[in-house]
């Protein structure tokens, strides 16, 4: 069975920092591809990152490009997400999941307040 969680959220100020940890088990993590996700109260899942299955390339979507840093430790089978410099529009639930999209676990909350 597969399982991803994620964890790492929390209530963070503008311009603050998160680091989101995905554990995950029941499948050859070293063979996927891995992507982040989110979705914001009352919206649709939105794609945020992605990285290959070697780790060697990294894909941001335009909103976060040189905020959040993608990575993954394959002896762990967990990826990262390192959010910095968040913004209001950043709450969010966040989920990883693998590059097919066809298993989903658990999500962590960001929320960025004043």
């Known amino acids: 069975e597969v399982q991803l969680v994620a964890s790492g959220g929390g209530l963070v100020q503008p311009g603050g920092s998160l680091k989101l940890s995905c554990s995950t088990s029941g499948f050859n993590f070293a063979s996927y591809g891995m992507i982040w996700v989110r979705q914001a109260p009352g919206k649709g899942l939105e794609w945020v990152a992605g990285?290959?299955?070697?780790?060697?390339?990294?894909y941001y979507a335009d909103f976060v490009k040189g905020r959040f840093a993608i990575s993954r430790d394959d002896a762990k089978n967990m990826i990262s997400l390192q959010l910095n410099n968040l913004k209001f529009e950043d709450t969010a639930i966040y989920y990883c999941?693998?590059?097919?999209?066809?298993?989903w676990g658990q999500g962590t909350q960001v929320t960025v307040y004043s």
């Open positions: 999941t693998k590059d097919t999209v066809d298993s």
């Open positions: 990285i290959s299955h070697t780790g060697q390339n990294t």
